[in-house]
């Protein structure tokens, strides 16, 4: 671009003097250096003419002196030599390449030398003939105009040429009328030279201007055809194309020779309401001999998809009459294809490839439109992966997304063409299914649907396994508008995630007022939070080698004024999700090490942390804070942690436990076994204890459990890794005679106490000092259900009526028989088809407890019918 700005660069247009004019000096101006050197090249050109004119006219006139002497054959050899380098110095490169002044000095000479030459070389004639008269002159005057003639607007050159040769004539007869003639031609030519110059001065300015602005435009014009920006065009009146752009032809892989005369509506694809309608337009536009502008038409010729913006005018002459068409056109195939990637980046989720959130609302609210006024019927399911943050944080957002774009595949394939697929964003995705469908089949999809996504996944070479659950509501039964679909669909979910995940749930009324429910429950949380309508209570904590209590676990309680006590597993969950878990976190910890600062000096305080908490980088300031304003030592306060803050298990996770040991408070791993009870987490995390969950503990000394086992399990590793072990949910003496045996460190439950507020701690270590006493049951029992029901008591070949006051699955206390000998046998006969052997435990007047031999499954007594010997 720089070498074609160069060529086309305008020198300084200041105004040229005479000299300049006249091409003496440097003009300054490149429109007269240009005229100035195309004139000598023009001059020399033609002079052979006049060299041939001398020629003749020395034939005619000066032949008889041509070897009358050796001077006139020098003068003519001269004369030659001179009219030769006038013919051939404007054609030599060395030449062309000085500048205009410096041709003219070099030509003006040669100029005078002609012309003076020719009238010496005429002297001889003259002299002959008398030159007493103007006729001695013609051969000359001849020859000077046929020079002037071939200098044409370079009147210079003229005026030199003439000069020379009337100079010597003025000078061979001197006089005053020789000299009075000579200066008034000189002083004419003079000044018809000067204005002359002046006005091609002019000329030749406004022509190079407009020469420059012409290739200016051509060059232009032409680096746009090449840069494949655009290209341009140009038809007869018949609409036929006598032009067209190389670059153009190019793209289309065809020769110009093949597109010349055809056309130009051949070159475009025919229109439709889906492609546009810009042939339609374009062919208008042609017919109408109007102008048009950027109408979007598709190629016809091209072997690939292409777009153009074709403009164009027409063309009329200075008589109206039309010539054509010209115009151009630019290439909008790649400004088509982003338009098509941002209009499927706003209707697709670019991950997955579903409908994204914006076009399955869309699509929801055209399916509920319904027609005539009447709603439309349709089905949305929502769907919320279980356990994928779990995925997303242990094998890193790559493994997230490549489960997700494998869940979506998953999913299209079960739903296929009986509804529309979307991604809502994250882990949850739509389904819409058109149209009135049975419930049961609906029910059955969810079903496929769970189950099919259920099933184990393949991410990065490692085997991965989450669930679905599912919430549904349907138009018009669960509503008539998108937005009330969609909210009623969510409440659906939440109830099937509240149900245990995995599941599939239809919407029903109920589960608005639940939702209304919860809500009026956060609210009141918050009041209690403020007005302090939250309390602790303090569950003990005993070693189990001494029986002396060790330490208080704070338990977090809430009175409803209306409701009464709330339990924590209904208002944890309201406070996590609100994020007021912080909040009564902080308070939590503040008020028991205020309360733990009042007991005695070993007993130590233990208080739960939310995975939210341990998030927090404050947390372990919020921790010395609370100790310090309680005065309370860091080693008394044990802070219980749950495997789920092992969910993000990166560096900020280790830092933080690496803080809180820092601090010197104790950790302890919380309801260990019922999570994912990763061998990993003891390995890194420095805690001080295990909590073995109280699913563990209860039944555990019954015959047959498998939880001893698990609980010695459990055992052995604390103990190999140095870490204390507590026992939750220990209730009978059974249960702590075998946790004992197992070698637990120490037992919490309500065998050693229910959870109690401070003030009665403080009056139980007064009374009492820190002594633990063991109460409740000998040995735990199965669940006891209350019933009035008739059987048969067969004994030794009798059969005797009584009824059933209560039962269990092992055993059930039994009225109507009269002081029965403990160890008597029986045989109870619940129905014609279930008879169970039981053996009396212990009886009392008209009562007796009996133990079944075997188990019986509750179940199977619900719609039995009484004995035949009774019902007779």
């Not at 300054?28 to 195309?38: M, V």
């Not at 000095?105 to 002959?128: E, K, N, T």
């Not at 697929?421 to 049975?438: C, N, S, T, Y």
């Not at 403020?530 to 003990?540: F, M, R």
């Amino acid at each position: 671009m720089s070498s074609i700005r160069t060529n086309l660069r305008v020198k300084d247009p200041r105004p040229a003097g005479v000299a300049g004019c006249l091409g003496l000096v440097d003009s300054g101006t490149e429109a007269i250096a240009n005229w100035i050197a195309a004139g000598f090249r023009t001059i020399g050109a033609l002079w052979p003419l006049v060299l041939l004119a001398k020629i003749c006219v020395s034939l005619l006139v000066a032949m008889p002196l041509l070897v009358s002497s050796g001077g006139r054959i020098a003068l003519a050899l001269a004369l030659i030599t001179v009219d030769i380098a006038i013919i051939l110095l404007p054609r030599r490169a060395i030449f062309r390449g000085l500048k205009a002044h410096v041709q003219t000095w070099a030509m003006l000479p040669l100029l005078l030398a002609s012309g003076a030459l020719f009238s010496l070389w005429m002297r001889g004639p003259r002299i002959l003939s008398g030159g007493e008269t103007l006729l001695a002159l013609a051969p000359e005057v001849a020859v000077a105009l046929l020079a002037v003639c071939i200098f044409g607007d370079r009147r210079l050159p003229g005026l030199v040429y003439c000069l020379g040769a009337l100079l010597v004539a003025t000078i061979e007869r001197p006089g005053l009328t020789q000299a009075g003639l000579f200066l008034c031609c000189m002083l004419v030519m003079a000044i018809a030279t000067l204005r002359q110059a002046t006005i091609d001065r002019d000329r030749a300015i406004k022509q190079h201007e407009e020469d420059l602005r012409s290739q200016r435009a051509d060059r232009l014009l032409y680096e746009y055809e090449q840069s494949g920006r655009g290209w341009f065009w140009e038809t007869d009146r018949n609409g036929c194309l006598v032009y067209i752009s190389d670059t153009l032809i190019g793209s289309l892989g065809a020769k110009a020779d093949k597109l010349t005369g055809r056309p130009i509506t051949d070159l475009i694809c025919p229109g439709d309401r889906q492609q546009g309608d810009g042939e339609r337009t374009l062919g208008f536009h042609l017919s109408a001999r109007t102008g048009f502008s950027d109408i979007p038409v598709r190629a016809a010729m091209s072997k690939e998809e292409r777009w153009w913006s074709i403009s164009g005018q027409p063309v009329f002459n200075d008589y109206g009459q039309f010539y054509g068409f010209r115009g151009s056109g630019t290439d909008l195939t790649e400004m088509r294809r982003s338009q098509a990637e941002v209009t499927r980046l706003a209707q697709y989720d670019s991950l997955t490839g579903l409908a994204n959130r914006v076009q399955m609302l869309r699509s929801l609210e055209q399916a509920v439109a319904g027609t005539r006024g009447q709603p439309g019927e349709c089905t949305l399911m929502m769907l919320d992966l279980d356990r994928f943050k779990t995925v997303n944080d242990t094998l890193g957002h790559p493994a997230g997304d490549a489960l997700l774009r494998q869940v979506s595949q998953r999913l299209q394939r079960v739903v296929g063409e009986l509804g529309l697929v979307g991604r809502q964003g994250g882990d949850e995705f739509k389904v819409i299914l058109p149209g009135r469908v049975d419930k049961g089949l609906i029910g059955q999809l969810a079903q496929t649907i769970i189950a099919t996504l259920s099933q184990p996944y393949s991410i990065e070479g490692s085997p991965v396994v989450i669930g679905v659950s599912v919430g549904i509501s349907a138009c018009p039964h669960d509503g008539v508008t998108a937005d009330a679909l969609i909210r009623n669909a969510d409440l659906a979910l939440y109830a099937a995630k509240g149900d245990g995940r995995g599941v599939h749930r239809f919407y029903s009324a109920e589960m608005h007022a639940d939702a209304e429910d919860r809500r009026q429950l956060e609210e009141d949380l918050r009041r209690a939070l403020v007005a302090g309508g939250l309390h602790l209570c303090y569950q003990p904590v005993v070693s189990s080698r001494t029986e002396m209590i060790t330490g208080y676990e704070a338990l977090l309680r809430w009175t409803h004024p209306k409701r009464g006590p709330i339990s924590p597993t209904l208002f944890i969950p309201i406070a996590e999700e609100s994020g007021l878990i912080a909040q009564i976190g902080e308070w939590v910890m503040r008020t028991a090490c205020r309360d733990a600062a009042q007991w005695h000096e070993d007993v130590r305080v233990a208080v739960n942390v939310s995975p939210i908490q341990f998030a927090n980088p404050a947390f372990p300031a919020t921790v010395m804070s609370a100790l310090a304003g309680a005065q309370l030592a860091a080693g008394r306060l044990e802070l219980e942690i749950t495997e789920s803050v092992f969910l993000n298990d990166d560096d900020g996770t280790d830092a933080m436990f690496a803080r809180l040991k820092a601090l010197g408070v104790r950790l302890a791993l919380d309801d260990f076994g019922t999570g994912y009870s990763s061998l990993g987490y003891l390995k890194k995390a420095p805690f001080d204890k295990i909590k073995i969950d109280q699913s563990f503990v209860r039944g555990a000394a019954i015959k047959g459990s498998r939880n001893s086992a698990i609980i010695k399990a459990i055992v052995s590793l604390a103990e190999a890794l140095g870490m204390d072990t507590t026992a939750e949910g220990a209730e009978t003496h059974d249960e702590l005679n075998l946790i004992r045996q197992l070698g637990c460190s120490h037992i919490q439950g309500y065998v050693y106490g229910r959870p109690m507020p401070a003030d009665e701690v403080m009056i139980a270590q007064r009374s009492h000092g820190i002594a633990a006493k063991p109460q409740g049951f000998q040995s735990s029992r199965p669940e006891r259900k209350t019933m009035l029901r008739t059987i048969t008591v067969h004994h030794d070949g009798h059969a005797y009526t009584g009824r059933v006051r209560n039962i269990s699955a092992t055993g059930a206390l039994i009225e109507g028989l009269w002081n029965v000998p403990p160890d008597t046998l029986f045989a109870i006969e619940f129905a014609d088809n279930l008879t169970v052997n039981a053996t009396a435990r212990w009886s009392h007047e008209d009562r007796m407890g009996i133990e079944f031999a075997t188990a019986v499954d509750l179940a199977q007594l619900r719609g039995v019918t009484m004995p035949k010997a009774i019902a007779s």
